[in-house]
C-alpha cells in the first residue's frame, strides 16, 4: 500500500513566524488531504489536493504529483494553529472508494 | 454547509460488551468509511463502503467487526465483543456524490471509545 511521510514530526514556533510542513508519498495517488487535528480531536478538513496549489486565507498548500510530496505552508502562524497536522493519501483501485493511509502527523506549537 | 454527524460523542464500555457507534454521512455520498486512532497514534483505516457492500477492510477490522447501512440515511460499525484495545477514537467518513469522483473525504467529530 501507499506510504506516507511527514516532517519535521514536532515544530515550536514563535507566533507570527511562517513554517512549512512536508509530507511524502510512495505512489501515484488521486487524492491527497491536510488536516488539523484540534485539541478535542477533530480532523478539520484543510485541503484536498491532489496536484497543484491552493490557498485559505493563512494557509496554502502545493502538491507536486510527479515528485510524490505536498507541502503546507502557514504564514503569520497564531497560538490558535497549534494541534497535530496530518497528511493523508489514497488511491482508487476498486472503483468502491480509496482508503486514506495517514501520516504519523507534525506537533505544532505556537508560543506567544 | 452538509457535514458528517457521529454519536455518541464518548461512549464507555465493559470489556467483551458490544457497541454500537452511528454516523449519519452526508447526505447525497455513496461511499462511507471508518478509521480509527488510538490515543497518540496516527489514524488508521479499518473499513470502506459502497453499494451497500463492503469495498475494502484492513486487517484491523477482523470478525468482531461489522458495517451496517441499516436504512437510507445511518451508516454504523458494530464491535461485537470489545476489548481493552478497542479503546480509540472512532472516525467516520463519507465521500462522492452521484457523478462525483469518489476521492474528497468528509470527516465527523468521531466517537471516543473507552474499554474498561
Known amino acids: 500500500g501507499i506510504q506516507v511521510e511527514q516532517s519535521p514530526p514536532d515544530l515550536i514556533l514563535q507566533e507570527g513566524a511562517n513554517s512549512t510542513l512536508r509530507c511524502n508519498f510512495s505512489?501515484?495517488?488521486?487524492?491527497l488531504q491536510w488536516f488539523h487535528q484540534n485539541p478535542w480531536g477533530q480532523l478539520i478538513n484543510l485541503f484536498y489536493?491532489?496536484?497543484g496549489t491552493k490557498q485559505n486565507g493563512r494557509l496554502s498548500a502545493t502538491t507536486v504529483a510527479t515528485e510524490r510530496y505536498s507541502l503546507l505552508y502557514i504564514s503569520s502562524s497564531q497560538t490558535t494553529d497549534s494541534g497535530v497536522y496530518f497528511c493523508?493519501?489514497?488511491?482508487?483501485?476498486?472503483?468502491?472508494?480509496?482508503?486514506?493511509?495517514f501520516g504519523t502527523g507534525t506537533q505544532l506549537k505556537v508560543e506567544l | 454547509e452538509p457535514e458528517v454527524t457521529q454519536t455518541p460523542s464518548h461512549q464507555v464500555t465493559q470489556m467483551g460488551q458490544e457497541v454500537i457507534l452511528r454516523c449519519v454521512p452526508i447526505?447525497?455520498?455513496?461511499?462511507f468509511y471508518w478509521y480509527r486512532q488510538i490515543l497518540g497514534q496516527k489514524v488508521e483505516f479499518l473499513v470502506s463502503?459502497?453499494?451497500?457492500?463492503?469495498?475494502?477492510k484492513s486487517e484491523i477490522f477482523d470478525d468482531q467487526f461489522s458495517v451496517e447501512r441499516p436504512d437510507g440515511s445511518n451508516f454504523t460499525l458494530k464491535i461485537r465483543s470489545t476489548k481493552l484495545e478497542d479503546s480509540a477514537m472512532y472516525f467516520c467518513?463519507?465521500?462522492?456524490?452521484?457523478?462525483?469522483?469518489?476521492?474528497?473525504?468528509?470527516f465527523g467529530p468521531g466517537t471516543r471509545l473507552t474499554v474498561t
Open positions: 467518513a463519507s465521500s462522492g456524490a452521484l457523478g462525483q469522483k469518489p476521492y474528497e473525504q468528509y
Open positions: 505512489d501515484s495517488v488521486n487524492n
Open positions: 489536493i491532489p496536484s
Open positions: 493523508a493519501a489514497g488511491r482508487d483501485l476498486t472503483g468502491g472508494g480509496n482508503k486514506l493511509t
Open positions: 447526505s447525497n455520498h455513496l461511499y
Open positions: 463502503f459502497y453499494n451497500n457492500e463492503i469495498s475494502e
